[in-house]
């Protein structure tokens, strides 16, 4: 329900940009596409405590597939838009030799517990093609380099229902990041892309990588697949993240 939802509010909205924008003569472009990505954790986390929590040995999380989409606005004169949406969740039953804190609590070790984590990410992005590029590789090449604010809603909590022992941590981060794009299109009907999204301040960082191989299959119908790569780390509210997701991706989607 939460996907649908995050889904419908993303096609409102630039459903409602469209008709808000004041009328112009010029053509404006847009893609849809939506699809899932198969992620795989690596990384530690902690909360108010030294103490770190393997995502893989201690939190025993797997792969995870989740879905994602994306939404692109060329819009003549203005910047273009490019609104994004991915879902990242991990649970499961983990096992720590020794006591470990976790915020305000302690938990046995070599004892079962539940944890859980969630990093949804929100990008909308603005940005400007190079005319230069496209004019001097005849259209076969474009580059996009703009800014993008990556909204993470983060949770993390940590359960042991043997002691009735529980800790959370939820909040939201807002990131600015330089975007930065590429596009090859070496004949009619397929494209090769690159995105970068990234920004380092203080000890925090976020990277994050797509690749993806776009196939036109009819009219403005298309499927693409590839690989995306995100590293995270940061250390807010107490809580510090020091993490990577990667894996590959399928989508379809529509573009005029």
């Known amino acids: 329900m939460q996907k649908e939802m995050m889904m419908k509010k993303l096609i409102l909205l630039s459903l409602v940009f469209l008709f808000t924008v004041p009328t112009v003569s010029y053509a404006v472009g847009m893609e849809l596409a939506i699809g899932g990505c198969n ?15 393997d995502l893989k040995s201690d939190l ?11 939404l692109k606005l060329d819009i003549p004169v203005f910047p273009n838009i ?10 499961g039953t983990g096992r720590k030799s020794g006591d470990f804190e976790f915020g305000d609590k302690v938990f046995k070790g070599n004892t079962d517990f539940y944890s859980q984590l969630t990093l949804h990410n929100y990008d909308i992005a603005l940005y400007y093609g190079i005319p230069l590029v496209g004019l001097v590789s005849l259209g076969t090449f474009n580059i996009d380099v703009g800014l993008n604010l990556r909204v993470i809603d983060f949770k993390t909590e940590v359960r042991q229902d043997d002691i009735n022992n529980a800790e959370s941590k939820s909040g939201t981060l807002p990131v600015p990041m330089l975007y930065v794009a590429a596009r090859f299109r070496p004949i009619e009907g397929l494209t090769a892309e690159a995105e970068l999204r990234g920004v380092t301040y203080s000890d925090n ?8 191989v776009k196939a036109e299959v009819f009219g403005p119908l298309f499927v693409a ?10 250390d ?19 573009q005029f």
């Open 82 to 91: 490019y609104l994004m949406t991915t879902q990242t969740e991990f649970d």
């Open 60 to 70: 025993k999380y797997d792969s995870e597939f989740r879905i994602m989409g994306r």
């Open 236 to 254: 807010e509210e107490d809580v510090e993240i020091e993490t990577s997701f990667n894996g590959p991706f399928f989508e379809a989607g529509f």
């Open 39 to 53: 992620q795989s954790p690596q990384g530690d986390i902690s909360y108010k405590s030294d103490d770190l929590l």
């Open 225 to 234: 697949g590839g690989y995306r790569y995100e590293s995270i780390f940061f």
């Open 205 to 212: 960082h976020l990277y994050s990588l797509i690749g993806r």
